[in-house]
């Protein structure tokens, strides 16, 4: 590592020559952050795979409605509702997504066959990369484990469409498993605790194995896979403009392999303001609770609490409520809707009520608070109520967002693989310069 002293005695002096006023983003006409003046997003593609539906555009401006997910034109609350008992509706949404149509029942049988063929993860892969290495954070730990199958692929870099699809649903397949390994080695060699590796099962779907590969005694209730198949599909994809499909679509323009691709992902979801956001949440409830005292406590204390939230007095003095407000939806999340509709089901099997009932009654109490304040509620989003849903299916902060890769990875490939259907270009926005031209001093000179 370098030395930080050394270093700042020029970073301080630096400050001359990087300051660019945000004035200057209206004045020379430039999208600061690939966003226009009112907030929503610029359009930087076409896409067939998802849309997110949060506002309507009238009057030269923007006209706030109840938000909507759409893949491939199907509206996700339909998915989930039509899943029942009859099959998991993440391999559904995974078939969807890559093929762009709604399978009849025999083509999703030999889908999820194909998906479940892959569970399998190569010989010594466990023990080389993930017990004999094991990551501080497993984002980290993902990165490395994703670029490390590249070693295992006979022809890698073939970008070919159909390969791009084939390795796609393979990383898909593995993922879950890889996650869960990476956990046990963490904890094992960091906290001491136990280890304990099982093999993945070919009976069993991606939501049901991950839960089995997470609990020692592998044990379920169909309450629990449902509610995770269902936060897979929520969290399958949302759109192409999202930080890390973004992300993973400009590295997959270059022509690179899909194991850079999905690193490029997973680096972009690890941040908080993306896909690390539902850590948050459950941090800010952590405080919350410590403050009110508890899930019992009444509608005065937690109406205090959100008070000091917003005031920047509680939790990471941010000033932020999080789990409230989206950068596309403006009336609803849809996500956040069916979310608790399904975590009331599990709450009532395991005795959760309670805290569920705190975490309804703090929405509601906080968005009074923010249109006092404000002027204006914030929807609930998605990260509200997945971070409560994770407790309650006892998956540990770790894996939260790891969790969030192993759903989204599907989203990324479908849009790898449409963007090479369409445009075979590099993905090269365009900056201005706005700094001064400066002559070449020697350096006796200087």
């Given at each position: 590592m370098v030395?930080?002293s050394?270093?700042a005695?020029f ?5 001359n020559y990087t300051d660019?006023?945000?004035k200057?983003?209206?004045?020379y006409?430039?999208?600061?952050g ?6 929503t997003g ?7 795979v998802a849309?997110v539906?949060g ?9 706030a409605?109840?938000?909507r997910l759409l ?5 996700v609350?339909d998915?989930?509702?039509?899943k ?7 391999e559904?949404?995974?078939?969807l997504l ?6 009849k029942?025999a083509?999703l049988?030999?889908?999820c ?9 190569p010989d010594?892969f466990?023990e ?10 497993l ?6 484990a994703v670029l ?11 970008t ?7 390795k ?5 397949a593995k993922?879950p498993?890889?996650?869960c390994?990476?956990y046990?080695s963490?904890?094992h060699?960091?906290d ?7 093999y993945?099962n ?7 194995n991950?839960?089995?590969l997470?609990?020692?005694?592998q044990?379920?209730t169909?309450k629990?896979a449902n509610?995770l198949?269902?936060i897979l599909?929520?969290?399958?994809d ?9 992300t ?10 899909i194991y850079?691709t999905?690193?490029g992902g997973?680096?972009?979801?690890k941040?908080?303001r993306?896909?690390g956001?539902n ?10 609770l410590?403050?009110?005292?508890g899930?019992?406590a009444?509608d005065k204390?937690i109406?205090q609490?959100v008070?000091?939230?917003m005031a920047g007095e509680l939790y990471?003095?941010?000033g932020l ?17 069916v ?5 009331m089901?599990?709450a009532k099997?395991?005795?959760h ?8 009654r ?8 923010m249109e006092e304040i404000?002027g204006k509620?914030?929807p609930?989003?998605?990260?509200f109520?997945s971070?409560f849903?994770?407790g309650?299916l006892?998956i540990p902060?770790d894996?939260?967002t790891?969790?969030?890769v192993?759903s989204?990875?599907v989203g990324w490939?479908?849009h790898?693989?449409?963007?090479k ?10 900056t201005k310069y706005?700094?001064d031209?400066m002559d ?7």
């Open positions: 030395k930080e050394f270093l005695q970073y301080g002096k630096s400050q660019i006023p945000n200057w983003y209206k004045e006409n430039v999208k600061k690939l966003r226009n003046e009112d907030g610029v359009r930087i593609g076409l896409t067939r849309d539906v506002y309507e555009e009238a009057d030269g401006g923007i006209k409605i109840p938000g893949y491939r034109g199907v509206d609350l998915l989930v509702k039509g029942k008992e009859s099959h998991f509706g993440y559904e949404t995974c078939f890559l093929f762009g149509y709604l399978p029942k083509e049988e030999k889908f066959n194909v998906v479940r063929h892959c569970y399998t993860i010594d466990v080389m990369n993930l017990l004999r290495f094991p990551g501080k954070n984002m980290n730990k993902l990165q490395d490390t199958l590249y070693n295992y692929d006979d022809d890698p870099d073939n070919d469409v159909y390969q791009t699809l084939v796609g649903v393979n990383l898909l993922l498993s890889i996650a390994y990476a046990q963490k904890v060699y960091y001491r605790e136990s280890l304990f590796i099982h993945a070919p009976e069993y779907s991606i939501a049901e991950f839960l089995s997470l609990r020692k005694d044990k379920f169909s629990e509610l198949d269902t599909m929520l969290h399958a949302h759109g192409g403009g999202n930080n890390s499909t973004f993973n679509v400009v590295i997959a323009s270059t022509g690179t392999d850079s999905v690193c997973i680096g972009s979801l941040g908080p993306h896909g956001a850590i948050k949440v459950a941090e800010m409830m952590d405080a919350v410590a403050e009110t005292g899930y019992d009444d204390k109406r609490s008070e000091k939230l990471d003095r941010s409520v999080y789990g409230f407000g989206h950068a596309v939806y403006t009336v609803s999340d849809p996500r956040a809707e979310l608790k509709a399904c975590c089901e599990v099997e395991q005795k009520t309670r805290e569920l009932d705190f975490y309804i703090f929405e509601r109490i906080a968005k009074e608070v404000k509620a914030l609930t989003n998605v990260d109520y971070g849903a994770y309650m006892r902060r894996l939260y790891p969790l969030f192993c989204r990875v490939v479908a790898n693989i449409e963007n259907l369409y445009d075979g270009r590099i993905m090269r926005p365009a706005v700094g031209n070449y001093v020697p350096m006796p000179e200087r």
